[in-house]
Each structure stands twice: as structure tokens, then as C-alpha cells.
């Protein structure tokens, strides 16, 4: 299985990003997928997440401003970001549990991650 994150890049604060994550491989079925982020000289962080039946939880710090979403027929994963602080400036992660063929095991994955950098 490979997550493959896009959408990252450079906006001004106040600004807007959208980004996704697409799942492939042996998928049999996907559970929770979630967003996290790392800052410069910090630890990754949550930032969001969706369960299998579209219950979302958000960061303190993100909401308001940030909505995940996913579309299970195309195993995709976003991220629409809003309102864009340069505090938001990290490197993005998606992760996700997925059940595989052909054990029907589940494990978490993660993609590779995608920069996104407010500034001015």
C-alpha cells in the first residue's frame, strides 16, 4: 500500500491550500485516515481525522480554518485549508489504516509528506 500526499506549496497567510492523499495497492478496505504535521525543529503533530463513517476531529489550532474529507470509491484523503497562518508552515502527513488482501490484516501507513509554507 502507498500514500501519495499533493498540494503542498507556497501561499501567503490568509491564503488557501487544498491538500490530497491517495491511497493504492492490495486495499481491501480503508478505516481512519488522519493528517499530521511537522515543523522545523518540532514534532509531528495531529492535525485532523476521519473515521470510516465521516466523523472529524480537529486540532485546537486548525479549527475553524481546516476540513478533511475523504472519498472511500476513490480512496482519497483532503485536506482544504483556510485562513493560512505562517504557524501552519510544516511538512504534511497522511495517515491512514488500511485493511489488505490478502490476509485482511490492517496496519497504518503513512504517505511521504508535502511542504506547505506560509508566508508573505
Known amino acids: 500500500v502507498q500514500l501519495q500526499a499533493s498540494g503542498g506549496g507556497l501561499v501567503q497567510p490568509g491564503g488557501s491550500l487544498r491538500l490530497s492523499c491517495a491511497a493504492s495497492g492490495n486495499i481491501f478496505s480503508i478505516g481512519a485516515m488522519r493528517w499530521y504535521r511537522q515543523a522545523p525543529g518540532k514534532e509531528r503533530e495531529w492535525v485532523a481525522s476521519i473515521s470510516s463513517g465521516g466523523t472529524t476531529n480537529y486540532a485546537d489550532s486548525v479549527k475553524g480554518r481546516f476540513t478533511i474529507s475523504r472519498d472511500d470509491a476513490k480512496n482519497t484523503l483532503d485536506l482544504q485549508m483556510n485562513s493560512l497562518k505562517p504557524e501552519d508552515t510544516a511538512v504534511y502527513y497522511c495517515?491512514?489504516?488500511?485493511?489488505?488482501?490478502?490476509?485482511?490484516?490492517?496496519?497504518?501507513?503513512w504517505g511521504k509528506g508535502t511542504q506547505v509554507t506560509v508566508s508573505s
Open positions: 495517515n491512514a489504516i488500511v485493511k489488505t488482501y490478502p490476509r485482511y490484516n490492517s496496519m497504518h501507513y
